[in-house]
């Protein structure tokens, strides 16, 4: 099961124009299990996947093996590009 | 709209160098035409530094011009010094200092690049057109007519297709709002604007969100403009001391090459993000926009807004001092200060606003947040880098050129 694990925070403009882009994604893939997660709230799972210095960032997984990781704005065109080959 | 700002900023940087090529055109119609006698009126006096600054600036420039006359003015003589009482007097100045130079109906009191360049342009102007010559009525008794002061400005040019163009107006409007733009651009703490808007969009009560953004957008620009204006009168006394536009230069240049390593930075990284810092600050501001929006007590949300907009305000102005102290300093390098600063530091605020008004109006009006893409930060590093950099050089080796003494 391949799982994406998107990182925002509400102080963060570029989440916002992020997140729908995602969602847009997820929904042309239903098969990948979508899970979000608050910087400021959710710090104990966020701690352990040393996401580092910008936000947002997307982490593909596949049984718990990270597979890619996306960080900062991506245009849609991007998001497929990268992402696809791995589902 | 990006186009059109485009073609406008094209639009101005035509009208310089239009300007520049009218000043060329004068000089051509001097050689070419009849001149008109032009004397330079000068009081001085020994132990004047700025008087030994115009000596040497006019035996170097009056021997170039042949229809030039320099009249010398010792004002430890008592004759020169009624005649430059009365001739102070006639121009309306408080107090008879020197150095003090009249040409034609125009008269500069003091000496540095910007009066060098005006004393120049009025010579080129006085060779080729009528003038009265105010002193010599003067020195003849005769009585001197409001009329015959030169009160038009030095930098007027006729410009094709713009007519009459006051290219030190135009000049400073053309830095007001390129420099108001980029640090605008720069917005340290525009997700509160956007986070509030979000908050407020989520309430579903539109009169509530028209209210409390455009309060805090007023409260912004109120903020703003307070220190920018104070910012103009305090600088006005120490702009032209030589010590302080090295220092103001030395920082703009610091803070340029700092900008210039964040967009090499952001290059190198191709993350366009929000930065994971002051994570503190951030969630207390968080807080405190969730509590102020979900207020039940319009009054007490808004004045939670204004305070907001303050402490936003604070952060923002630490964030980007550069451009802004920049902006100050060539208003007062120019001598612009008290109600005349009011229109150059409006038009700063309108273009370093002009991000906020668009992504309020935006989100308002469509009810959906729509956020300035953070790839607009990343190109304001590199343009504000650049240009602090240009006008730190400036003002330390050139500071004629930021006064606009062509």
Redesign the interface.
Known sequence: MIKMTLITAVWCPSCLIMRPRYQAFISKNQKVLFEELDFDTDEDKIRALSIGKTLPVVILRSDDRELIRVIGEKSPHEIERLLTPFL | MKKNLGWKMVAFLALGLAAISGKNQMAIAQAQENVNDVTIYFFHVDGCPHCEAEIEFLDEYVPTQENVTLNSYNIASPDSYDLLVKAADVFEEEFASTPFTVIGGKHYVGFNDSVKASIQRAVTKYSVNDYVDVMAKIIADQPVLPTDIDTSSDYLFTLPFFGEIDIRNASLFLVSLVLGLVDGFNPCA???L??LI?MLISLQNRKRVWLLGGAFLLTTAIFYFMVLFTWVQALSFIASKTIFQIIIGSIAILAGVYNLFRYIKSQV?????????D?KT??S??EKVRKVATANSFWLALAGVIGIAVIVNLIELACSTGLPVLFTQILALNGISGVSSIFYVLIYLLFFMIDDILVFVLSVWTFK?S?????FTKYSHLVGGILMVIIGILMIFFPSILMFAF
């Open positions: 525009m997700w509160v956007v986070f979000s990284k191709k993350e366009d993000g929000c930065d994971v810092t994570v951030k969630k501001l968080v947040v956020p300035i893409s953070n790839k």
